[in-house]
């Protein structure tokens, strides 16, 4: 099968339960692979070599400037960002085959797909989970990570020029059980608070009563998360009071600051 002018782009660490996966998914459409590692110590890089891929490895930078950093040495035209938990399916495998074959490429600078979660024994289709799109296909030099939420966790792919949106999914194994997302809650809050001491940010009773109750409502009524069950709900009420959780650390941060006089 014809490969594209593509090159994946991934950052790994100590990834051998999901690097595999991904990349047999994904792997048959790139002339290239390219993987910046942080110094794994399990078989992720024996994986990589099973699929040819160029193996690099990085000591930590964040994962802004890591993201970058993988750009870099892709050096084919187009780049596909993916990370070490997601997999291409079928449809979207052959939607980045047509954005080729129909001149997209020559019309577009990158490409949006949708990101669907696995949670609790199922697939998260609705609520604030889905379509949860992102730009992972994109022309190479005009595009580059920035930081989002304060860089730490989150960031973002910023594009210079039009995208389109492809069809089907990119599937997410972002939490592996209810405990690995309440650990990964406790960073999140963590970063919340920092970027909002960045920024100035003072703590507001309202935000604190109104946001939460908010985010209930949009993910499980208006967002239609009842339909995924029991874990449409376990995931609208968890962020909910995860948003309460947020907004009560910036209390907690100025309350703390001013010892009480005696």
């Not at 600078?109 to 979660?117: C, E, F, K, T």
Request: with cysteine; net charge positive; proline share 3%.
């Amino acid at each position: 099968m014809t490969r594209l002018p593509l090159s994946i782009s991934i950052i790994s660490h100590n990834e051998e339960a999901n690097l595999r996966r991904c990349l047999a998914s994904a792997a048959e459409l790139a002339m290239e692979i390219v993987i910046v590692d942080s110094g794994s110590t399990d078989r992720t890089a024996e994986i990589a070599a099973e699929f040819a891929a160029k193996f690099v490895h990085q000591s930590w930078l964040g994962y802004t400037a890591q993201k970058n950093l993988c750009l870099s040495l892709c050096s084919q035209p187009w780049i596909l960002a993916l990370d070490c938990d997601e997999e291409l399916t079928p449809e979207l495998r052959e939607s980045i085959r047509r954005f080729f074959a129909d001149g997209d490429d020559a019309r577009f600078d990158g490409a949006w797909m949708s990101r669907l979660v696995w949670f609790m024994g199922r697939w998260i289709h609705h609520g604030d989970w889905y379509p949860d799109r992102k730009v992972r296909l994109f022309r190479r030099g005009k595009s580059q990570w920035q930081a989002d939420g304060g860089g730490q966790v989150h960031e973002r792919l910023v594009v210079d020029g039009p995208c389109t949106t492809l069809r089907g999914d990119l599937l997410h194994y972002s939490f592996k059980n209810i405990q690995h997302y309440l650990t990964k809650h406790v960073q999140y809050s963590d970063v919340f608070l920092q970027t909002q001491q960045s920024k100035g940010s003072r703590w507001s009773l309202l935000h604190t009563l109104f946001r939460p109750c908010w985010r209930l409502v949009r993910a499980y009524v208006l967002k239609r998360g009842f339909l995924d069950g029991f874990p449409g709900l376990w995931i609208a009420v968890a962020t909910a009071f995860f948003t309460f959780d947020r907004y009560s650390r910036m209390y907690e941060s100025e309350a703390g600051s001013k010892p009480n006089q005696l």
